[in-house]
């Protein structure tokens, strides 16, 4: 049998009868690769500040623990990467009984769904955010409940509170918010998860922690002690530049850890993943001195928006969002012409990852006033 359809991804073909679900989820698009921008343009040198990646390879260490590890995929690594998780525990303080790993954080967000989740319980989420809630609500069947962002773009978690009913299962909350890069302090939290029911799972997604402001404080030592019902999402793809890797943990309590673990697709993390965060854990200080690095640039980019006149929220993130509102088409496309790929929601803002001063500079070079 020879297949007549050609195999093109711009065309779609469904084969078999895909859950109502799946059926309905629009396909995931990720930021625009630099080398599509060139093609589509005809353009060369084109950089890619649209999917809030480090600009900067794994420090050395990380590239020598993988390639040490490489000699070993033959064998299945450790399932539950032991060794990981106690080593986690001890770089944040908890027992090991109070951390799990996954395949990106993204991928241990898709396991607190399939969790706690059944069809029509409810997802509170603050909106806009992360690109994957809604997708990961939808796949479980669940309902997205969506309280809008206060009008400074930060989360406004009186409305969450306000949203929440016998059916809510989870709360999730990005801090710093994915793409407005404004962040919640640790009061705030406190005082939320005091109000709400305690049967509510609530999710504080800090893939972008390494970037905040250290006086907003540190929900691990700050609010899980206090809250069994609260779970900190963390990853090794933005500070520690592994985002291709694909290591992501949680922390919360054991009766929360364990069953997320029920729900863990075998070997999720491999040996490589697992060897490369341990060796990233052991080279903190040098990963920090690059995000002092970033965060210096992010001050001299939003200073220098600022300057020309751009409201900016305050940026506690790996990146800067300008609410462009119905320019931001414009201003994307724009900018793409001239090689500078950023991450647009059209509409709403146009969010720009922080990179080497070379870059911000082409950046702030491009856009158009
Ligand atoms: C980037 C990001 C993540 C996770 O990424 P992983 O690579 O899957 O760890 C999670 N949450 C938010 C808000 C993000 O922006």
Redesign the pocket.
């Given at each position: 049998m020879t297949f007549v359809e050609p195999l093109a991804t711009n065309v779609s073909i469904v084969i078999g009868r895909p859950r109502t679900a799946v059926d309905a989820l629009p396909a995931y698009r990720p930021g625009k690769a630099a080398s599509q921008a060139e093609e589509e343009h005809g353009i060369t040198d084109a950089i890619k500040l649209a999917s809030?990646e480090n600009p900067w390879g794994p420090v050395p260490a990380v590239v020598e623990a993988i390639t040490a590890e490489l000699a070993g995929i033959n064998r299945y690594a450790d399932h539950r990467a032991t060794e990981l998780r106690q080593r986690i525990a001890e770089w944040v303080g908890v027992d090991a009984a109070s951390v799990t790993v996954g395949a990106?954080?993204?991928?241990i967000?898709q396991q607190l769904l399939l969790t706690y989740v059944d069809a029509d319980d409810e997802v509170v989420y603050p909106w806009r955010s992360?690109e994957v809630y809604p997708v990961y609500t939808q796949l479980v069947g669940g309902t997205a409940v969506t309280p809008a962002l206060d009008d400074t773009l930060t989360s406004d978690l009186g409305t969450v509170a306000a949203a929440i009913t016998d059916k809510t299962k989870l709360v999730l909350l990005?801090n710093p918010n994915?793409p407005t890069g404004t962040a919640l302090d640790i009061d705030s939290l406190r005082s939320f998860l005091a109000e709400i029911r305690d049967d509510v799972i609530v999710v504080i997604?800090e893939?972008?922690r390494e970037f905040m402001d250290p006086v907003l404080g540190n929900p691990v030592t700050d609010v899980l002690p206090h809250h069994p019902n609260a779970v900190v999402?963390r990853?090794f793809?933005?500070a520690q530049g592994l985002?291709a890797l694909?290591v992501?943990y949680a922390v919360g309590h054991p009766g929360v850890i364990e069953s997320i673990d029920k729900t863990m697709v075998p070997f999720a993390v491999n040996g490589l993943a697992q060897a490369g965060a341990i060796a990233a854990i052991d080279s903190m200080d040098e990963i920090m001195e690059r995000v002092d690095t970033l965060k210096a640039e992010r001050g001299r980019v939003v200073a220098e928006l600022v300057s020309r006149g751009y409201e900016i929220p305050d940026a506690q993130a790996n990146f800067v969002y300008l609410p462009l509102g119905a320019e931001t088409e414009s201003v994307y496309l724009s900018l793409e012409k001239q090689g500078v790929v950023t991450r647009p929601f059209p509409g709403e803002g146009l969010r720009v990852t922080i990179s080497s001063a070379e870059e911000n500079d082409r950046f702030l070079a491009s856009l158009p006033r």
């Amino acid at each position: 049998m020879t297949f007549v359809e050609p195999l093109a991804t711009n065309v779609s073909i469904v084969i078999g009868r895909p859950r109502t679900a799946v059926d309905a989820l629009p396909a995931y698009r990720p930021g625009k690769a630099a080398s599509q921008a060139e093609e589509e343009h005809g353009i060369t040198d084109a950089i890619k500040l649209a999917s809030n990646e480090n600009p900067w390879g794994p420090v050395p260490a990380v590239v020598e623990a993988i390639t040490a590890e490489l000699a070993g995929i033959n064998r299945y690594a450790d399932h539950r990467a032991t060794e990981l998780r106690q080593r986690i525990a001890e770089w944040v303080g908890v027992d090991a009984a109070s951390v799990t790993v996954g395949a990106g954080s993204a991928g241990i967000l898709q396991q607190l769904l399939l969790t706690y989740v059944d069809a029509d319980d409810e997802v509170v989420y603050p909106w806009r955010s992360f690109e994957v809630y809604p997708v990961y609500t939808q796949l479980v069947g669940g309902t997205a409940v969506t309280p809008a962002l206060d009008d400074t773009l930060t989360s406004d978690l009186g409305t969450v509170a306000a949203a929440i009913t016998d059916k809510t299962k989870l709360v999730l909350l990005a801090n710093p918010n994915n793409p407005t890069g404004t962040a919640l302090d640790i009061d705030s939290l406190r005082s939320f998860l005091a109000e709400i029911r305690d049967d509510v799972i609530v999710v504080i997604d800090e893939a972008y922690r390494e970037f905040m402001d250290p006086v907003l404080g540190n929900p691990v030592t700050d609010v899980l002690p206090h809250h069994p019902n609260a779970v900190v999402l963390r990853t090794f793809s933005k500070a520690q530049g592994l985002a291709a890797l694909r290591v992501g943990y949680a922390v919360g309590h054991p009766g929360v850890i364990e069953s997320i673990d029920k729900t863990m697709v075998p070997f999720a993390v491999n040996g490589l993943a697992q060897a490369g965060a341990i060796a990233a854990i052991d080279s903190m200080d040098e990963i920090m001195e690059r995000v002092d690095t970033l965060k210096a640039e992010r001050g001299r980019v939003v200073a220098e928006l600022v300057s020309r006149g751009y409201e900016i929220p305050d940026a506690q993130a790996n990146f800067v969002y300008l609410p462009l509102g119905a320019e931001t088409e414009s201003v994307y496309l724009s900018l793409e012409k001239q090689g500078v790929v950023t991450r647009p929601f059209p509409g709403e803002g146009l969010r720009v990852t922080i990179s080497s001063a070379e870059e911000n500079d082409r950046f702030l070079a491009s856009l158009p006033r």
